[in-house]
C-alpha cells in the first residue's frame, strides 16, 4: 500500500493545487549545444511525435524523457541543421536563425517567486510582468533571444491568505513550468529561437528536472547533474561561448568546484574566435546590490577564468542579480552586461557609485544600475551594437553604445 500511495499523493496535490490545464505549449525552437537547431513540442502523454519539416525534408521527432507524475506529457524533438532556411511543423511555419543576426533581445530571472514567506504577486501583471515583457520583446521581432537563466521560482505553496499568489501551481512540475514560463513567454516563443541558459534555480534540488526535461541544449541525460559542460556555437554571425555557472558560489570559493571550472573555462576560451561573447547565468565581475550592496560576488566564477581570459573575449551576458547593469573596464578586459530583469523580484540597487570601485583587481570604468523590470534589445550597428533597454510599457529606460570590449549606457 505504500508503495502506490506517495504517487498518487502527489498527483492529488498537483491536481489540488492546480488550476486547470491551459493548452500545451505551442512548438518552439532554440539553438542546441552542438550548432544545430532543437525544435520540441509537448504533446499528451502517449501521443505520436510528428515529424518536422526542415528545407523540403522530412525529420521524425522523437521522445525526450518519459512521463511521470510531475510531468505527465511528453516532449518531442527533432534536430536540424543550424543554418536551415525553412522549418515548420504541422503545416506551421516556426523561426529560424538567419544568416546574419541583426537584432538580439536579451533577459533573465523571469519568473514568479513564491518561496517560503516571500510571495511575489504572480496574479498581477504589474508586479510579476514577464507576460508583458515577452509580448513587447515578440513585437520587436529579434532574431534571437537569449535568456540567462533562472525560470522556475513557484518552489512552495502560495501562503495561505495571500491574494496576490492564490491558485497558483507550485513545485518543480509541468503545472508550474507551463505557468512560469511557455504561457508568459508563447509570443516571443512564437517569434524567433531561443539560447536557454541556465541558472541556479535550476539545480537539481530545485528545478533541475524541469530544466533537463524541457530545456536542457543537449539529448535527455539518464540523471540530473548540477555542472555541465560548456559550448560554443556561431549562430548568425555571432561568437557564443556558454558556460554553466548555475551551480557557482557567489561569496566563496571551494577548491574543488574552482579546480573543475577552471577547466572547463580554459578548454571553453582556448581559441575564441575574434568579438566572443561568454554567456553565463551568474555574472563574472559585479557588485551584489540588495543588502550586501558593492561586495564583489561570484568568486568562483573569478576564480576559474583567472588566467584563461583572450584578448577576443569582449563581454559577458549574465543575469542573476535582478537589475539591468553595465560595467566598462577600459580596453584591457571583456565588459560585463547584465539584464536579471524579465519578471522576478527585483534588488534594490546601491547608492554607491559603480565607477571606480575595483572588482577582481579591476577598476570600473564606465557603468550604470537600473532596479527595473524590462528588456534588452540590441541591434548591430556596422562592427558594433546599439542597445536599447525597455521597460514592460515600452518606456526608454536606458540606451548603450557597444563595440568589441566597450560597454556604455546611459
Known amino acids: 500500500m505504500r508503495t502506490w500511495a506517495a504517487p498518487f499523493l502527489i498527483l492529488a496535490t498537483l491536481m489540488l493545487s492546480t488550476p486547470a490545464w ?18 520540441r513540442e509537448v504533446v499528451a502523454t502517449g501521443a505520436a511525435c510528428g515529424s518536422v519539416e526542415a528545407d523540403g525534408k522530412s525529420v521524425a521527432m522523437a521522445k525526450r524523457g518519459q512521463a511521470d507524475v510531475a510531468f505527465p ?73 537569449i535568456h540567462v537563466g533562472d525560470y522556475y521560482y513557484r518552489e512552495s505553496a502560495c501562503p495561505a491568505g495571500t491574494a496576490g499568489c492564490s491558485k497558483s501551481p507550485h513545485g518543480d512540475n509541468f503545472p508550474v513550468w507551463q505557468a512560469e514560463f511557455f504561457d508568459p513567454a508563447a509570443p516571443l516563443l512564437d517569434t524567433a529561437p531561443w539560447l536557454m541558459v541556465r541558472g541556479n534555480h535550476e539545480l537539481c534540488r530545485r528545478g533541475g528536472k524541469g530544466w533537463f526535461r524541457l530545456l536542457e541544449p543537449r539529448p535527455m541525460p539518464d540523471g540530473c547533474v548540477d555542472l555541465t559542460a560548456p559550448y560554443r556555437i ?44 561568454l554567456v553565463t547565468h551568474r555574472p563574472v565581475w559585479a557588485l551584489a546590490q540588495g543588502n550586501l550592496p558593492g561586495v564583489p560576488m561570484n568568486l568562483t566564477n573569478q ?14 551576458v549574465s ?49 550604470m544600475i537600473l532596479a527595473k523590470f524590462g528588456y534588452f534589445v540590441m541591434d548591430r550597428a556596422g562592427d558594433g551594437w546599439t542597445g536599447t533597454f525597455y521597460s514592460p510599457d515600452d518606456a526608454v529606460l536606458a540606451t548603450c553604445q557597444i563595440a568589441g570590449r566597450a560597454l556604455d549606457c546611459h
Open 319 to 367: 543575469g542573476h542579480l535582478h537589475d539591468f547593469t553595465s560595467y566598462d573596464f577600459g580596453g584591457g578586459h571583456p565588459s560585463q552586461l547584465i539584464a536579471g530583469t524579465g519578471g522576478d523580484t527585483l534588488l534594490p540597487a546601491a547608492a554607491a557609485p559603480l565607477v571606480g570601485a575595483e572588482i577582481d583587481g579591476v577598476k570600473v570604468r564606465k557603468g
Open 73 to 145: 506529457v511528453d516532449v518531442c524533438e527533432a534536430s536540424v541543421p543550424g543554418a536551415v532556411a525553412k522549418l515548420s511543423l504541422g503545416g506551421k511555419a516556426l523561426p529560424v536563425v538567419p544568416a546574419a543576426i541583426k537584432r538580439i533581445v536579451v533577459f533573465g530571472d523571469t519568473g514568479c517567486r513564491i518561496e517560503g514567506k516571500a510571495a511575489q504577486s504572480c496574479n498581477d501583471p504589474k508586479e510579476w510582468p514577464y507576460a508583458t515583457v515577452a509580448a513587447r520583446a515578440a513585437a520587436r521581432k529579434p532574431d534571437l533571444v
Open 234 to 277: 556561431a549562430p548568425g554571425g555571432l561568437n557564443l561561448d556558454i558556460f554553466d555557472s548555475a551551480d557557482s558560489d557567489d561569496f566563496k570559493t571551494d577548491p574543488a568546484k574552482v579546480s573543475v571550472m577552471a577547466a572547463q573555462m580554459a578548454e571553453l576560451l582556448a581559441g575564441a574566435p575574434a568579438h566572443s561573447w
Open 22 to 39: 491551459a493548452d500545451p505549449p505551442k512548438p518552439w525552437v532554440q539553438l542546441a549545444a552542438d550548432g544545430s537547431l532543437s525544435v
Open 303 to 316: 576564480a576559474a577564468i583567472e588566467g584563461h581570459v583572450p584578448e577576443t573575449l569582449d563581454m559577458v
